[in-house]
């Protein structure tokens, strides 16, 4: 293709979309909200999920001990539970060491401690695992001392939370995959109509073109370009203003919540737009030059 | 250069246009197709451009068999036949110059051949002042010439004329065919569809008539005559 001929096909496309402005906006609108609905929501869920991946790393079971057994007893439970397989490392914490930790976590509140001794709290086994996948089975293991009366009390184990929160960002991705679906098919009705106006409106200009010897490439080329700017500018927007939003509300999220940096920690834009950008832009181009595929099929018989 | 071979066209909707037409046209020849309305003076010229197929028959131009060319072989065919209707069909938001220099653009000429061909063109036509003017802004026999203009630049070895002068005043009318004529001096085979009879009796040239779909008369030097 001939410089000349390109600059030809997109002054053509860009004149399109200035001539046909209203269409344009609404076409471009709808690309919008549906890059800016991915662009969100992949963001909230690469979060979402580096966040859960961080908090499964960093979990560990308790296991409470009875105040019936005495301290011989305590060791063999604890070189026990050692042996377990995936057990990658056990802490004894005693009623005094359980205090003071209860002191420490109450420090501001001393209501909290009143007519407090250590013994009411009981002693406990914290148990740090190898593989936080393969809870279950040391659950299992020390679900069954519980049971058998070994001396241990019950068992607690974060993972609720990581139901949760896995429940909930499954919930958020399926809803937004399907608002997406719905603005894609409504992005490429309107662009395929967008495309229709052109076509309709250079109709004569394309018979013209058909019998000075155009090829069919010639004519489509222009309407595919319009499609493609279409999308290119629907996508890029949300994009950019995404990226804005993401690094403003990170900041104004660590300035608002003192030390929310220990409970959450924000991927960098960077990270998340390294894959976004590209996918975002692919997908607006996709939606757009499928809409003049389709249109072009519909109302273009060259 | 144009042979039609034993041509018949019946239409989807059952409508004859044209009957076992026989036609031989030499390279640097002028001639009228004529007849009245429905004769199949508009069947033959969309013939001649493949825009419709025959139903029978075969068409051969420039060594072209019609019937063997792939679709994508078709707009390489019409580079080399210019074509004019009645209508003019201008594009209406270009200007004379681009015009016609959009017919070299859609063949992708480099810019530096358009810049040095549509001046000499348009000055051919008697245009060259008129190159910044919009269609509206001209007359019908302007618009017109620019239509011959956008034809030719190309130097296509035929030129196609479909009622060239159907809508234009006797005086114009004449100026065009003395452009097409000047044309055929230069060595183009033109073919003019009209039913203009002061023109073709004034110019005796070939003439081919048409009635019903078939061929009537075929003589190399005639007028109208009214059996037409």
Known sequence: ?302 | MITVNNVTKVYENGASGLDRVSISIKPRDFAFIIGSSGSGKSTLMKLLLKEIEPTSGEIIINNINLGGLAHNEVPYFRRKIGVVFQDFRLLPNKTVYENVAFAMQVVETSSRDIRRTVPAILAMVGLQRKSKAYPNQLSGGEQQRTALARAIINKPPILLADEPTGNLDPDTAWEIMDLLEDINNRGTTVVIATHAKDIVDEMQKRVIALRNGQLIRDIEKGGYEDEV
């Open chain 1, 1 to 302: 293709m001939k410089f000349r001929t390109l600059s030809y096909y997109l002054s053509e496309a860009f004149k399109s979309l200035v001539r046909n402005r209203l269409m344009t906006l609404a076409s471009i609108l709808t690309v919008f909200s549906c890059i800016f609905i991915l662009s969100f929501f992949y963001s909230v869920a690469m979060n979402i999920d580096y966040n859960l991946a961080r908090l499964e790393g960093s979990l560990s079971l308790s296991a409470y001990i009875v105040d019936e057994i005495d301290e011989a007893q305590v060791l063999e439970l604890l070189n026990e539970i050692d042996a377990i397989e995936n057990v990658a490392e056990i802490e004894f914490i005693s009623h005094e060491e359980a205090f003071n930790r209860f002191l420490e976590m109450f420090a501001d509140d001393p209501m909290f401690r009143l007519g407090l001794s250590p013994t009411d709290l009981p002693r406990s086994f914290v148990i740090t695992l190898e593989d936080v996948g393969e809870y279950a089975s040391v659950i299992a293991a020390l679900q069954q001392m519980v049971n058998q009366g070994r001396g241990l009390e019950f068992v607690r184990y974060h993972q609720h939370i990581i139901n949760v929160i896995t429940t909930l960002n499954t919930g958020i991705r399926i809803v937004s995959v399907v608002m997406i679906l719905i603005l894609i098919v409504l992005a490429n009705v309107i662009i395929v109509n967008t495309i229709r106006i052109t076509i309709n409106s250079r109709r004569n200009e394309i018979t013209i073109m058909k019998y000075i010897g155009a090829t069919d490439w010639f004519i489509r080329w222009p309407f595919i370009i319009e499609g493609m700017l279409i999308g290119l500018i629907g996508a890029a927007l949300p994009v950019v203003i995404v990226w804005f939003g993401y690094n403003g509300s990170v900041d104004a999220i660590y300035n608002s919540f003192f030390m929310i940096e220990d409970v959450l920690i924000f991927r960098s834009a960077a990270s998340i737009f390294v894959v976004l950008l590209p996918l975002a832009l692919s997908i607006g181009m996709g939606i757009g030059v499928y809409g003049s595929i389709i249109s072009m099929r519909k109302h273009l018989h060259v």
